[in-house]
């Protein structure tokens, strides 16, 4: 078997930029005119950049007190509801309680008038109870409205009069 030998061939050309070299164009040059601004002009750009420095401090002063009333605002709903909450577990309780008397009186009744006297006077006694827990949910849910629907009422009025 012969072999075969290659001899390397010399590069005939020469490359400005290496195989993984980006190449390098310079940039042109751009002279700027010196150009000078009429003061009235630079007075009214001043202005401006001073007036949207005097926005952007209100607009964040005012998010700011945007934010820290509506987290009052949410800790606010948030114990209201927390309260209403409990109030119907504790009419739940009471009416659980109320029908396992009930159930007990029952069955200790006698005769059948007496089952009936015992049925009508629960009945009455749990129409009014539920009436009276009915007003109480509904006072406590309008209070939990008002609490939490007054400070977002006037903190939003304060919040955009300061902003405007």
């Given at each position: 078997?012969?072999?075969?030998?290659?001899?390397?061939?010399?590069?005939?050309?020469?490359?400005?930029?290496?195989?993984?070299?980006?190449?390098?164009?310079?940039?042109?040059?751009?002279?700027?005119?010196?150009?000078?601004?009429?003061?009235?002009?630079?007075?009214?750009?001043?202005?401006?950049?001073?007036?949207?420095?005097?926005?952007?401090?209100?607009?964040?002063?005012?998010?700011?007190?945007?934010?820290?009333?509506?987290?009052?605002?949410?800790?606010?709903?948030?114990k209201g509801a927390s309260d209403y909450g409990l109030k119907m577990i504790e009419a739940a309780r009471a009416n659980t309680n109320a029908a396992f008397d009930f159930a007990g009186e029952l069955l200790g009744a006698k005769t059948l008038s007496e089952v009936v006297e015992l049925s009508s006077a629960h009945a009455r006694k749990q129409f009014e109870t539920m009436t009276q827990q009915g007003k109480e949910l509904s006072a406590l849910a309008q209070k939990l409205a008002a609490d939490t629907a007054e400070p977002m009422k006037t903190g939003m009025g304060k919040v955009f009069g300061k902003a405007s």
């Open positions: 078997m012969a072999e075969a030998t290659t001899t390397p061939k010399a590069k005939t050309s020469k490359s400005a930029v290496g195989p993984f070299e980006m190449p390098k164009f310079e940039m042109p040059k751009f002279d700027i005119p010196n150009v000078e601004m009429p003061a009235a002009f630079r007075e009214f750009a001043e202005r401006g950049v001073a007036q949207a420095k005097d926005t952007y401090e209100k607009m964040k002063a005012a998010a700011e007190e945007a934010t820290d009333m509506i987290e009052t605002t949410y800790s606010t709903a948030s």
